[in-house]
């Protein structure tokens, strides 16, 4: 390829970005904001609150970045692993799970790490503006229209990119399916899932507290019934410049608000970690809320036919609940995707149907883990999926013989990390072992940890 076209410059496009350029001459990133003055691109509100980087994006991060994880550590993130990395269920803490390590950082921290070293290549370039349309030449794309990004659409300052190939990473609010239908091509189908969540960021100053822990995180389970009514849903992370990122969330009429005393106050019916923070550490800042109504996928390999000569990566393709951590890890692994369909020798110019196959497996593996949660909770009526039932049901027991049983632990959690398919938690000596384990549990119930 001469040319590639990758719209949007947050961590999904900048993925792409680095796939390509070991396929094309030149990549552009067209970016409305103008990142090379040391900002993030706007276009995500929710950037400001704490994310996670789970086991396996930190390990595709440094597959692609060769020692990203200890250029992280050497500006200042920490690295997390055995028990400076705590699960919680219900209060009660699950056995640490060797090695799975796991980055403390901000969102802003790891994103402009990402978006320095792929800048870095050298047929990788940013340019600031914002994508109007897609250019069309028969069956596949050939460029991209945009214009300035403070220009309004029709003012006539529109400019055109070629390109053998262009990648969609302008996130939810992606106008690709409106491009489509104006050329005669369908939209990919949205299939939608109303959550009602709210969670909130908070940031302390971090002592010497807690001097062995990275990353704790709460979350209710099936001895609750997925309720918060045990502990408080949260969770904490040590991030560059000495501070403490603290999250809190909650559903429907719990979500959390802005008042600081309220958040310290649900802070202190979380588990220990984050009752240490809210008794001993200043708060710095401002708390600050985000609301997510649904998750949303796009499903592209339901569609005939789909135009040659472009792809779809982060959140235009997917959007689960930010919860589980797994926006950031589900763009490496499409970014992964994509290198193994080009690697294959599919042609620039052919519908990407390779690609939109192993991301396809990949999503519906993120989907079916966070869907399945979430539809235990009451205000969430459906749709269900087949087979609902059974799978709630299988990983009800799952989750509370992981609380107690290291091997069961392990390999609920190689899931959780996206280090393993879902379908690894029903082998049977899996599934025996669980069983025997809930057996002993009936009769000595787990004390919780709060």
Known sequence: MQRAVVLGGSVAGLLA??????????????????????????????????????????????????GFTRELVAD?????????????????????????????????????????????????????????????SGSRVCGVRFSPADDSPGTG????????????????????????????????????????????????H?????????????APGPFSDYQPTLCEPGALTAVEDNRWAVVLAGYSHHRPGRDADGFRARMRRCVAPLREVANNCPMV??????????????NFTRLDRFPGGLAAVGDSVA???????????????????????????????????????????????AWQLATTADLAQPHVTGPYPRGYRLTRWVGDKLTAASVIDPLVNTAFMN?????????????????LRAAHVLTGLRRNPPASAT
């Open 76 to 136: 200042g993130a920490r690295l997390g692993t055995g028990q400076a990395v705590q699960f919680y269920v219900d209060g009660i803490l699950r056995p640490s799970v060797t090695g799975v390590e796991m980055i403390g950082a901000t969102r802003p921290f790891l994103e402009n790490h990402v978006r320095r070293r792929t800048l870095l290549l050298p047929n990788v370039h940013l340019r600031v503006g914002r994508a109007r349309d897609l250019i069309f």
């Open 157 to 204: 300052n529109e400019d055109e990119l070629d390109a053998d190939f262009v990648v969609d990473a302008m996130g939810r609010s992606s106008r690709l399916g409106t491009w489509l239908q104006r050329a005669d091509w369908d939209p990919a189908p949205l299939s939608r899932l109303r959550i009602d969540l709210g969670y909130a960021t908070a940031t302390f």
């Open 319 to 365: 959007s689960v609940n930010p919860i589980y951590g797994q926006g950031l890890t589900l763009a490496t692994l499409q970014a992964s995707a994509l290198s193994a369909h080009l690697r294959a020798g599919a042609s620039p110019h052919a519908a990407a149907w390779g690609y939109f196959r192993r991301s396809d497996a990949i999503v519906n593996a």
């Open 17 to 66: 970005a680095r796939v390509l350029s070991d396929h094309t001459d030149e990549v552009v990133i067209l970016e409305p904001d103008n990142l090379q003055q040391g900002g993030i691109a706007g276009g995500a509100p929710h950037r400001q609150q704490l994310h996670a980087l789970l086991a396996m994006g930190r390990t595709q991060l440094d597959r692609w970045f060769p």
């Open 415 to 431: 899931v959780v990390h996206m280090r393993a398919h879902p379908r690894t938690l029903t082998r049977p000596a899996l599934l």
């Open 285 to 298: 800042g401002d708390v600050r809320p985000f609301h997510f109504r649904e998750s949303q996928r796009r």
């Open 206 to 218: 971090r002592g010497d507290e807690l001097p062995d822990t990275v990353i704790a995180h709460s």
